[in-house]
C-alpha cells in the first residue's frame, strides 16, 4: 500500500506542479523545481533515519537485485572474500551473484529449519579477512526478520533493508552500507536507495561499469544520467508523511502492534499456523497456513470480496501472507483478523 494522503497529494499536483505548468513527470531532472523535490526527499530521508554526514544516500536504479553484484564490485576493495548470512529467498539470491565474484563464506546458514530460525551468534562463522558481511534483517518470504543487528567488529555491514526499511528506528552508523528497493515500504517500484559511508566507495574491481560505481552517483547526486523522477518525487512525498506521522518511533509503535495482534491470533488458534520462531518473527510480512490448505482458494476469494487483497503467499512457501509495511493502517489489519476469525469459525 501507499498512503492515501500521498496519492491525493500526487493526484491533484499531477498535472500541475506547485504552479510551475509542469508535471513532475514531464520537467528535466535538473531544473530548479525537479532539484528541490529531489534535495527534500533526501533532507528528509536523512532527517527520519538520522543518517550522519559520513554517509551518502543515492537514488539508483536496478532495484535491489542490481545491488546484489555491485556490493561485491564495490566493497571488495582488494579482497576475495566475503561473509553473508543465509537466511531466505533473498539472501539466497544475494549469495548466488557474490559468488560470481569472491569466494563466500557463509556466516550462519537456515536452509536446513527450512528459513525459520536464525543461529544463536555464538555459531556465527565471521572470517577474519573478510571484505563485508552482508546480511538481510527482514526476509519478505519467510517472514524471518533479525530480531538486533549483528555485531561484526570492524568489518563493513551490508543490509538489504528492501523490506523493512522506515518500519522503526535504526542506529544507520552501525552499517557500512543500507540498500533497499523502494517498492516494498517506500513508494513506487524503479527506484532503489543506497546509504553508504563515503570512505568505502571508489576503489571498484577492475572492469567495473562507470554506472555501476556508486562513487560516479555520489559524484552527481544521483543524477550522472537521469534518475527515475517520479518515484524519487513520491518517494519524497511518502518521507513527508511519515514525518507527519511522528517519524520512526511513530512507525515502530503502530507496526509492532500491528504484527503483534496478528501473530497472537494466528497462535492461539488451531486453524492458522505460522513455523517461524517468535523471537525472529517479522512485522513487516506475516506468512500463515490454513489447517487444510485445499482451503486456500477459498480464503483468498473470499478475503479479496472483503477488499483484503494479495494475501496468496510466495510460491515458495505456500499459504496466506500478509505484508503489513508502513501505509497499511491499524485498522487494515484489524478488518483482516476480524476475517479470518469469522473464516475460521466457518470453515474450522
Ligand atoms: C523484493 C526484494 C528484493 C528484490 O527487489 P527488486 O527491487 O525487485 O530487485 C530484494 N531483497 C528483498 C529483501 C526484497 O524484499
Given at each position: 500500500?501507499l498512503?492515501?494522503?500521498?496519492?491525493?497529494q500526487?493526484?491533484?499536483?499531477?498535472?500541475?506542479?506547485?504552479?510551475?505548468?509542469?508535471?513532475?513527470?514531464?520537467?528535466?531532472?535538473?531544473g530548479?523545481?525537479?532539484?528541490?523535490?529531489?534535495q527534500?526527499a533526501?533532507?528528509?530521508?536523512?532527517?527520519?533515519?538520522?543518517?550522519?554526514?559520513?554517509?551518502?544516500?543515492l537514488?539508483?536504479?536496478?532495484?535491489?537485485?542490481l545491488?546484489?553484484?555491485?556490493?561485491?564490485?564495490?566493497?571488495?576493495?582488494?579482497?576475495?572474500?566475503?561473509?553473508y548470512?543465509n537466511?531466505g529467498?533473498?539472501?539466497?539470491?544475494?549469495?548466488?551473484?557474490?559468488?560470481?565474484?569472491?569466494d563466500?563464506?557463509?556466516?550462519?546458514?537456515?536452509?536446513?529449519?527450512?528459513?525459520?530460525?536464525i543461529?544463536?551468534?555464538?555459531?556465527?562463522?565471521?572470517?577474519?579477512?573478510?571484505?563485508?558481511?552482508?546480511?538481510?534483517p527482514?526476509?519478505?518470504?519467510?517472514?524471518?526478520?533479525?530480531?538486533?543487528?549483528?555485531?561484526?567488529?570492524?568489518?563493513?555491514?551490508?543490509?538489504?533493508?528492501?523490506?523493512?526499511?522506515?518500519?522503526?528506528p535504526?542506529?544507520?552508523?552501525?552499517?557500512?552500507m543500507i540498500?533497499?528497493?523502494?517498492?516494498k515500504?517506500?513508494?513506487?517500484?524503479g527506484?532503489?536507495?543506497?546509504?553508504?559511508?563515503?570512505?568505502?566507495?571508489?576503489?571498484?574491481?577492475?572492469?567495473?561499469?562507470?554506472?555501476?560505481?556508486?562513487?560516479?552517483?555520489?559524484d552527481?547526486?544521483?543524477?550522472?544520467?537521469?534518475?527515475?523522477?517520479?518515484?524519487?518525487?513520491?518517494?519524497?512525498?511518502?518521507?513527508?508523511?511519515?514525518k507527519?506521522?511522528?517519524?520512526l518511533a511513530?512507525?515502530?509503535?503502530?507496526?509492532?502492534?500491528?504484527?503483534?495482534?496478528?501473530?497472537?491470533?494466528?497462535?492461539?488458534s488451531?486453524?492458522?499456523a505460522?513455523?517461524?520462531n517468535?523471537?525472529?518473527?517479522?512485522?513487516?510480512n506475516?506468512?500463515?497456513?490454513?489447517?487444510d490448505?485445499?482451503?486456500?482458494?477459498?480464503f483468498?476469494?473470499?478475503?479479496?470480496?472483503?477488499?483484503?487483497?494479495?494475501?496468496?503467499?510466495?510460491?515458495?512457501?505456500g499459504?496466506?501472507?500478509?505484508?503489513?509495511?508502513?501505509?497499511?493502517?491499524?485498522?487494515?489489519v484489524?478488518?483482516?483478523?476480524?476475517?479470518?476469525?469469522?473464516?475460521?469459525?466457518q470453515?474450522?
Amino acid at each position: 500500500m501507499l498512503p492515501e494522503a500521498v496519492m491525493k497529494q500526487a493526484q491533484q499536483e499531477m498535472l500541475d506542479w506547485q504552479g510551475s505548468g509542469m508535471s513532475v513527470m514531464e520537467m528535466s531532472h535538473r531544473g530548479p523545481e525537479y532539484t528541490s523535490i529531489a534535495q527534500k526527499a533526501e533532507a528528509d530521508l536523512r532527517e527520519l533515519m538520522a543518517i550522519p554526514d559520513d554517509y551518502a544516500v543515492l537514488f539508483l536504479q536496478g532495484g535491489a537485485s542490481l545491488q546484489f553484484p555491485m556490493i561485491p564490485m564495490n566493497l571488495l576493495r582488494g579482497k576475495s572474500k566475503a561473509d553473508y548470512f543465509n537466511t531466505g529467498a533473498w539472501s539466497t539470491k544475494a549469495i548466488k551473484e557474490a559468488r560470481r565474484y569472491c569466494d563466500v563464506n557463509l556466516v550462519a546458514d537456515s536452509t536446513d529449519n527450512h528459513f525459520t530460525t536464525i543461529a544463536d551468534s555464538n555459531d556465527w562463522q565471521l572470517s577474519a579477512d573478510a571484505a563485508y558481511v552482508h546480511y538481510t534483517p527482514n526476509e519478505t518470504i519467510h517472514g524471518l526478520e533479525f530480531a538486533d543487528i549483528p555485531d561484526v567488529g570492524d568489518v563493513p555491514l551490508v543490509a538489504d533493508l528492501s523490506s523493512t526499511i522506515l518500519s522503526r528506528p535504526i542506529d544507520v552508523s552501525r552499517f557500512g552500507m543500507i540498500y533497499a528497493g523502494a517498492q516494498k515500504n517506500i513508494g513506487p517500484a524503479g527506484l532503489c536507495i543506497v546509504i553508504i559511508r563515503k570512505d568505502l566507495m571508489g576503489d571498484v574491481l577492475p572492469g567495473t561499469p562507470t554506472m555501476l560505481n556508486y562513487q560516479t552517483h555520489a559524484d552527481n547526486d544521483s543524477m550522472f544520467n537521469t534518475p527515475a523522477t517520479y518515484s524519487w518525487y513520491l518517494a519524497g512525498l511518502v518521507f513527508e508523511w511519515l514525518k507527519q506521522q511522528g517519524g520512526l518511533a511513530a512507525m515502530a509503535e503502530i507496526n509492532k502492534r500491528k504484527a503483534d495482534k496478528l501473530y497472537q491470533v494466528i497462535d492461539s488458534s488451531e486453524f492458522y499456523a505460522n513455523p517461524v520462531n517468535k523471537r525472529y518473527r517479522s512485522w513487516m510480512n506475516v506468512p500463515f497456513t490454513l489447517a487444510d490448505d485445499k482451503l486456500d482458494k477459498v480464503f483468498v476469494q473470499q478475503a479479496a470480496q472483503q477488499h483484503l487483497l494479495t494475501l496468496k503467499g510466495h510460491r515458495d512457501v505456500g499459504g496466506m501472507r500478509a505484508s503489513i509495511y508502513n501505509a497499511m493502517p491499524e485498522s487494515g489489519v484489524d478488518a483482516l483478523i476480524a476475517f479470518m476469525n469469522e473464516f475460521e469459525r466457518q470453515h474450522g
